[in-house]
């Protein structure tokens, strides 16, 4: 048709390219970013370790055993000490007078006592005093009651300051006392709690050493598992890198599952402590009963199973950091 006008298309825009455009996270995203990890990791963790319920028991188990050891020789070290304890663990002196000895007498002798430098303390028990304790502690009552007299004399105890405990500082005191003539005997016999004392040293340094080998086993044993763990992940450790994971958020999983292996092991090792406390406290109290004693086994406390289970887990979290710092810095993309 010639009356028509030919229309023309517009020319294209020109489109301009740009290249990637870089972008600065904000310090609350990180933060957030972060967390959020923490919180994965933490029950993600624990998740994959529940999911292998044999191998992540038997991990706990040498854990448990290897803690259970330590705790229960330093519960019987605390009792025994209580049981000590419960006796006079001073040294004492104890002074027997003459039967016959009149009450102005043993006033001026206890007077005398008093004043030197090296007494702390003066105890007298008259006779039926004596007879008393004596009854109440050897359980021969009925024996006693029959006597026609009292055959006990009256009796000073003495304790002495804490500068004149020593032995010869003691022996240089019934010394001096001996030489009274109101005095039939002198028995200074502290030989057996010196003793215990010193068996108590002895076993808390045993015990301190064997902890610290079996903690040293607690974090190989969790340091080879955790490898095991590296080794099973390896590609997913390569993959999180590749797409440029740092080293802190690949470790971060692998620290947890340590820590929830110490923390099974210390529920576990809390158990085997209590179980075994459950079984002998019967019998500790019979045997007691029988040397009319009211001496009571204590047992794992709330704040001691608090303290076992901060202790595994802290174990467990070392053995895994020092695990993945050593095997994870080999393990890089090429």
Known sequence: MRGAVKKSNPPPEKVTLKGAVQSKTGLGDRSRSYWSHHRTSFWGSCMRLLATPAQTLMTSLVVAIALALPMTLLMTLDNVNELGASWDANPKVSVYLNIRAKPTAVEQFISKLEAFTEV??????????????????????????????????????????????????????????????????????MDWVRRLQEIMVLGKKIVTALAILLSAGVLLVIGNTIRLAIENRRDEILIAK?????????????????????????????????????????????????????????????????????????????????????????????
């Open 120 to 189: 702390e303390k003066v105890e007298y028990l008259s006779p039926d005093d004596a007879l008393a304790d004596f009854q109440e502690f050897s359980g021969f009552e009925g024996v006693l009651n029959a006597l026609e007299q009292n055959p006990l004399p009256p009796t000073v105890i003495i304790s002495p300051k804490q500068g004149y405990m020593g032995v010869d500082d003691l022996r240089n005191l019934s010394e001096r006392i001996e030489g009274d003539a109101i005095v039939d005997a002198v028995q200074m016999d």
């Open 242 to 334: 590749l797409v440029g994971g740092t080293d802190g958020f690949v470790r971060r999983p692998f620290l947890y599952s340590g820590g929830w292996y110490g923390f099974f092991g210390g529920v576990l090792a809390c158990l085997i402590v209590a179980v075994g406390y459950m079984m002998i406290e019967p019998s500790v109290e019979r045997l007691a009963s029988l040397y009319q004693g009211n001496f009571r086994l204590r047992g794992l406390d709330f704040a001691s199973a608090m303290q076992m289970l901060a202790t595994s887990t802290l174990l467990g979290w070392i053995g895994a950091w020092i695990a993945v710092g050593r095997h994870l810095s080999h393990i890089e993309p090429r």
